[in-house]
């Protein structure tokens, strides 16, 4: 799992930066990429929940390199987790595992996916808009995880992924409906604050701690 970037130049000229997640399951080779706004961790888990659902379950363990929106920071061995991140792989029962700095062929891995779908879409592929992007990339998938053999095991990613999918286990929640959540508290004018929005809560609420869930489309602050 990892996110990559890339210029695109539509045919009009206009050239975007465009920030895509990328996902793979290992032996079926399935694939998902979706594009995303930022690098953040919302976008990440966002993401990383979609991708269960086109696998059709959570995986057991899930490789990521080490940003700061899945590990802070290593003090020797111990692993300070982003706090939102982990809670969301305690509420999906999958393991995170980190690249090791000394394991090269486990960090090419993660990268060479970034590269992949970069070489193999982005770069041999002309779009007029990003609504074609986006058309074009869904097409993309379907044709490669249904009807074209995966160059590293010879087999359409959708024959293996009968064998695979009984493997994987059920989402927790909806990835529509699972809700990240962050600490805050109610300021002195009722209003809470969070990336860079304010929300308004009543006035008997001021100075109370609360939680503020955020999903998709929907924001609920339980003070």
Same mark, same amino acid.
């Not at 706090?83 to 792989?89: E, H, L, M, N, R």
């Given at each position: 799992?990892?996110?990559?970037?890339?210029?695109?130049?539509?045919?009009?000229?206009?050239?975007?930066?465009?920030?895509?997640?990328?996902?793979?399951?290992? =032996?079926?080779? =399935?694939? =998902?990429?979706?594009?995303?706004?930022?690098?953040?961790?919302?976008?990440?888990?966002?993401?990383?929940?979609?991708?269960?659902?086109?696998?059709?379950?959570?995986?057991?363990?899930?490789?990521?390199?080490?940003?700061?929106?899945?590990?802070?920071?290593?003090?020797?061995?111990?692993?300070? =987790?982003?706090?939102?991140?982990?809670?969301?792989?305690?509420?999906?029962?999958? !393991?995170?595992?980190?690249?090791?700095?000394?394991?090269?062929?486990?960090?090419? !891995?993660?990268?060479?996916?970034?590269?992949?779908?970069?070489?193999?879409?982005?770069?041999?592929?002309?779009?007029?808009? &990003?609504?074609?992007?986006?058309?074009?990339?869904?097409?993309?998938?379907?044709?490669?995880?249904?009807?074209?053999?995966?160059?590293?095991?010879?087999?359409?990613?959708?024959?293996?992924?009968?064998?695979?999918?009984?493997?994987?286990?059920?989402?927790?929640?909806? !990835?529509?409906?699972?809700?990240? %959540?962050?600490?805050?508290?109610?300021?002195?004018?009722?209003?809470?604050? &969070?990336?860079?929005?304010?929300?308004?809560?009543?006035?008997?609420?001021?100075?109370?701690?609360?939680?503020? &869930?955020?999903?998709?489309?929907?924001? %609920?602050?339980?003070?």
């Amino acid at each position: 799992n990892d996110f990559g970037q890339v210029d695109v130049r539509y045919t009009s000229g206009v050239v975007e930066r465009v920030h895509f997640f990328a996902a793979k399951l290992k =032996w079926s080779r =399935w694939a =998902w990429v979706n594009l995303v706004k930022d690098e953040a961790v919302e976008s990440l888990v966002r993401s990383l929940l979609r991708s269960f659902e086109s696998f059709g379950g959570v995986p057991l363990v899930g490789v990521f390199d080490n940003p700061k929106t899945v590990v802070i920071r290593r003090i020797g061995n111990r692993i300070e =987790w982003n706090t939102t991140f982990g809670q969301v792989a305690l509420d999906y029962r999958f !393991a995170p595992e980190l690249c090791a700095p000394a394991r090269g062929n486990q960090k090419g !891995a993660v990268e060479n996916l970034v590269g992949w779908v970069k070489g193999s879409f982005f770069k041999v592929r002309r779009f007029v808009d &990003h609504a074609d992007l986006e058309e074009q990339l869904a097409e993309w998938l379907t044709e490669g995880n249904t009807k074209r053999p995966s160059r590293a095991t010879g087999v359409i990613p959708a024959e293996r992924m009968k064998e695979e999918r009984p493997r994987l286990r059920a989402l927790a929640v909806p !990835a529509q409906d699972y809700a990240l %959540k962050f600490p805050v508290t109610v300021g002195p004018t009722g209003l809470v604050e &969070h990336g860079g929005l304010r929300y308004a809560m009543p006035a008997r609420t001021i100075g109370y701690p609360a939680t503020l &869930h955020l999903y998709e489309n929907r924001v %609920k602050i339980v003070a």
